[in-house]
Structures are given as structure tokens and as C-alpha cells.
């Protein structure tokens, strides 16, 4: 396959948790040095960079406080990337439970607080609770970063996804009401906030600011979309999700046949097979048309495929298997039996109409109820 630009990049390891950079955080520490050393010297740059690292230092710190949080239910945390707009976490799951969601979204802001705490008895004299004194010149490290660590917290407390504040009211929200109808008002309120805080931006011409409200904007919609997943997938396997009508095809086989099979059936990809059953590889429709195209129609699908699709069980649930399939980047997976055999082919296309249809289905029954 053609090899896709990484936009995010690992920096270290810590308790299990890969830490990446994403490509803009880099732009943004070279945007801030080479601009400070040319309007106000290399001292003034140096001094930019070491505040933005420190401010990204606790915004680690503050991600880690939800993996501490969530370890404690047995939730693990894969990775968390940093961007110039702050880190995100990305957790195996997230529990239904309002009680443990509240604890897991709380962990963060709490982490900010007491490492202002910290600071602040570190400063030992009394503070100036004004924020304007963040911008002076004779302000000192410690001192910017107690606010910084006040306002990430106050921010992080916002109720808009995906911050924690509005993971907090979903939390609050659904000790009352069903946990769908909890996120879909989160997300309004969110998008609320993330409207106001982008008309705020453009008279007060912030284009920062207006970057972060569209963001929000769109990661709540995003929310939305991940819950109706989550509900419609629910109680359902690997096997539900997954196709049992397919085409396969073989190593000998040549890139004319299968081009020929994706004609006939418009089916895009194909699970490749051996002779006992076993998916090999995968040959997507990317492949085939560039094979065709540089090499022609008689070559074997072997001299195609490069990439072995993702192996998944017949009875692991439907979201797990959907969330193996996207984080493969690849748009097949085999579902395979107990002797390691093709049994099902699962896409993102079967398990979209599967989510359109459970969906329609689900809400048809709540008004009859």
C-alpha cells in the first residue's frame, strides 16, 4: 500500500500510555521560536518556548490524571496525543456508569488544581489573584504557571465535549435521564457554547480563539455520532456486524479476476485465502486499479497485497470489532472462526447500514412505547 504521512509522532512511553506530538504542536513551537527571535531576540524566544513546553508539561500531567482515574476501573488509556489546542486521551472505553465517568472527567481539572497548590506553596509569599499580571514582563515562571494551571482547569470544567466539563454534565445528566438523551442535550449544550465563544472570537479578532470553538463544535457532533454508535451496536457481536456472503479470492489468482469479481458484485476489497480457509491478506480496490494501471491484468493478486486485515472472533462484541477495524485503517476485516478460518467479512460500509438500520429500528420502538 502507499505509505500515508503520519501526522502524529511517538515521543515516549509512560506506564503503558504511548505519547504522541501531533505535527501542528512542532508548527507551533517553530512558528514561536523563529517569530520571537526575529521581533524581540533570542533570549524572548527562548524564554517563549520554555513557558509553552511547561504549558504542555501540565497539560500531560492533566491527561494522566484520567488514565491514574481510569486504571482504577480497569480502563486503560492507549495513547494521548498533544495539539496546540491542548492534549486528548484515548481510553479503551467509556464506562456507562455516571459514577465512574464523573470520577474519570474529574481527575483532570483536579490534577491542575493541585499542582497550582503545589506552586503556590513553592511560592511561599502571597499571590496576586490577577490575571492581567500573567502578560507583565516581572512576572515570574511559578507565577504563570499557577494560572495556567487555573485556567486549564476553569476551561477544562466548560460543558462542551470533548472537554471534561461536559463529560461531567453527560455524568450529572444521566442520574436523571437515559444516557442517550443525556449526551445528545450535552452536545446542544456544548455546541451552544461553542457558537458563543466563535462569535466572541470574531469581534474580538481571535483567530486562536475561533479555532478552538470550531473544533468544539465539531468534536461534539462527533460525540453524538460515537454514542448512537455505541447504542446501536449494543448487545450485538462480531458475527451480527459482519457479512456471510462474500468473495475471496487467492494468491494465484490474477488482478483481471478480481478486478472482474469487483465489477460483477460491486464488492471494493477481498479477502485474500490459502487453501485451508485462512484470510492472508486483503486486496483492496486502491491496489487492484494501480496494479492494473502500472502493471496490467495478468499479474497475481500476490505481487498486490501487502497488508494482513484484522483478525477478529465471531463472538467479540460488535463495537469492539468496529473499533479494531477503524484503528486498522483498513476497509475489511476478517471474523474468523475457532480454527483461525474466514467464516464473515466485515466493512465499514455493512457495519454503517447496520448502525442506520439499528438506529431507525430503536427509535421507531420508542415511539411506540
Known amino acids: 500500500m502507499n505509505p500515508k504521512m503520519k501526522w502524529s509522532f511517538q515521543v515516549g512511553k509512560i506506564a503503558g500510555t504511548r505519547v504522541k506530538i501531533h505535527l501542528t504542536f512542532v508548527l507551533l513551537l517553530a512558528w514561536v521560536g523563529v517569530s520571537g527571535a526575529l521581533n524581540q531576540g533570542i533570549f524572548t524566544a527562548v524564554s517563549s518556548l520554555v513557558l509553552l513546553i511547561l504549558i504542555f508539561l501540565c497539560v500531560l500531567l492533566h491527561e494522566f490524571g484520567h488514565v491514574i482515574a481510569a486504571l482504577r476501573y480497569g480502563i486503560t488509556t492507549p495513547k494521548i496525543t498533544l495539539f496546540p489546542f491542548g492534549g486528548v486521551a484515548t481510553v479503551s472505553h467509556i464506562p456507562k456508569d455516571p459514577r465512574k465517568e464523573l470520577f474519570i472527567s474529574f481527575a483532570g481539572p483536579l490534577t491542575n488544581i493541585l499542582l497550582a497548590v503545589i506552586l503556590l506553596s513553592i511560592r511561599g ?150 487453501h485451508s480457509g485462512q484470510c492472508i491478506a486483503i486486496a483492496t480496490r486502491q491496489d487492484l486499479i494501480r496494479t492494473l494501471r502500472e502493471k496490467g491484468a495478468e499479474i497475481p493478486v500476490r505481487e498486490v497485497v501487502q497488508t494482513l486485515p484484522a483478525m477478529i472472533d465471531l463472538d467479540v462484541p460488535a463495537l469492539d470489532a468496529w473499533r479494531k477495524l477503524v484503528d486498522s485503517k483498513l476497509p475489511g476485516a476478517a471474523v474468523v472462526d475457532s480454527h483461525g478460518k474466514l467464516a464473515r467479512w466485515l466493512t465499514r460500509e455493512n457495519i454503517s447500514e447496520l448502525i442506520l438500520s439499528r438506529t431507525a429500528t430503536l427509535e421507531y420502538s420508542h415511539r411506540q412505547v
Open 125 to 274: 509569599s502571597a499571590f496576586e489573584w490577577n490575571l492581567a499580571a500573567i502578560s507583565k514582563a516581572e512576572t515570574t515562571l511559578v507565577d504563570r504557571m499557577i494560572w495556567v494551571n487555573v485556567i486549564l482547569a476553569v476551561f477544562n470544567l466548560i460543558p462542551a465535549f470533548p472537554l471534561d466539563g461536559g463529560r461531567i454534565f453527560r455524568a450529572l445528566l444521566s442520574f436523571a435521564i437515559d444516557r442517550m438523551k443525556a449526551t445528545f442535550f450535552a452536545v446542544r449544550v456544548g455546541q451552544g457554547f461553542a457558537i458563543a465563544g466563535a462569535f466572541i472570537a470574531v469581534f474580538a479578532h481571535q483567530p486562536f480563539l475561533f479555532l478552538i470553538a470550531l473544533f468544539l463544535f465539531f468534536a461534539a457532533g462527533s460525540e453524538a455520532s460515537m454514542a448512537e454508535t455505541e447504542h446501536a451496536l449494543e448487545g450485538l457481536t462480531a458475527c451480527d456486524a459482519s457479512m456471510g456472503e462474500f468473495h475471496t479470492v487467492e494468491m494465484d489468482d490474477t488482478v483481471d479476476l478480481a478486478i472482474k469479481l469487483m465489477l460483477d458484485t460491486s464488492q471494493p476489497d477481498f479477502p485474500v485465502v490459502n
